[in-house]
């Protein structure tokens, strides 16, 4: 299977194909589900930094709001 052949499941809107990803801390290509546009869903590691990103993103917002004297938790 060539890395950017995916195979088609229209009765469930999903394809599934090769793509880079890292799952048990191994960074190598993987087998994916895509959904109907072509986008990959994130492995379960790739998921736990994705949440672990957003919310140092969210800290990092309720810090500024702070340094601007706005209390994050007033909303």
Partial sequence: M?????F???QLL???GVDLGIYGGWEREW???FNQD???????DERVEQAQQA????EDLRN???Q???DPDSF
Avoid: N, T
Avoid at 2 to 6: A, D, G, K, L, Y
Avoid at 38 to 44: H, L, M, N, Q
């Fill in 8 to 10: 088609r499941i229209p």
């Fill in 38 to 44: 072509g986008e990959r869903f994130p492995s379960p």
């Fill in 64 to 66: 500024r709001l702070k």
């Fill in 2 to 6: 060539r890395s950017q052949e995916r």
């Fill in 31 to 33: 087998l994916f589900w």
């Fill in 14 to 16: 999903v394809a599934i």
């Fill in 55 to 58: 919310q140092q993103e969210l």
């Fill in 68 to 70: 601007h004297g706005i």
